[in-house]
């Protein structure tokens, strides 16, 4: 079956860095996304790998390792509006994507 | 670019009401256009996946005859929940991709409390 991992919640101080991890199992790849939703509102793009490596955008970055089946998301100068759940998502060989349940990140001052 | 608009944002009705969301791409043309639903704190679960000028592909488990689904244009799209029940109370997103790209722009959602 298809099956994407990631933590439930993760706490982290105001001004750090933090990383959520995803592990995926899928039947075929076509890209791994990361999208920030905050409670009550819709999903909002963030980031999108297909090939390995790391994708930086501002104080997010995105990592990806096909072999491996995992990915990252690196959130850095943390800030009291980072605070919400990020959803790891694979897009499989019919191009559906398969999402995880996301990680519910607490930020502290 | 590529804004999806969602209405209603919130509805409230009595049980048995029929209740019609509209999702609309508004600076792209959507080929495929996704319905998610999401109860409380847990992940979006998808619903059907609609093609323009096709019928609509449901998830396993979701009833086609409530949860009627009509994407009538490349830029709209519907979605009916017929005869409405409390535990259709959920919070109901669309999502639209245009046939160039593989990421999904979201609606902002349409909370929905049958009472």
């Known amino acids: 079956g298809q099956n994407i991992d990631q933590p439930t919640e993760m706490t982290a101080t105001e001004g750090a860095i933090v990383q959520i991890n995803c592990t995926y199992q899928t039947s075929g790849f076509n890209g791994l996304f990361w999208y920030q939703q905050h409670a009550g509102e819709a999903p909002t793009f963030l980031s999108y790998?297909?090939l390995d490596g790391l994708e930086e955008k501002g104080r997010f970055s995105s990592f990806l390792s096909r072999s491996k089946g995992y990915s990252y998301l690196l959130l850095k100068e943390l800030q009291m509006k980072d605070s919400a759940s990020y959803l790891c998502a694979v897009m499989d060989s019919n191009y559906q994507l398969i999402w995880g349940a996301g990680t519910k990140l607490i930020i502290k001052p | 670019g590529a804004v999806v608009s969602q209405h209603p944002s919130r509805v409230i009705c009595k049980s048995g009401t029929s209740v019609k969301i509209e999702c609309r791409s508004l600076?792209?043309?959507?080929?495929?256009m996704f319905w998610y639903r999401q109860f409380p704190k847990q992940s979006l679960m998808l619903m059907a996946t609609?093609?323009?000028?096709?019928?609509?592909?449901?998830e396993q488990g979701v009833e086609k005859d409530k949860f009627l689904i009509n994407h009538a244009s490349l830029t709209l799209s519907t979605l009916t929940v017929t005869s409405a029940h409390p535990e259709d109370s959920s919070f109901y997103i669309c999502?639209?991709?245009?046939?160039?790209?593989?990421?999904?722009?979201f609606g902002d959602g349409t909370r929905l409390s049958i009472l």
């Open positions: 600076d792209f043309q959507a080929t495929t």
């Open positions: 999502s639209a991709r245009d046939g160039t790209e593989t990421s999904q722009h």
């Open positions: 790998n297909v």
């Open positions: 609609s093609n323009e000028g096709s019928k609509a592909t449901y």
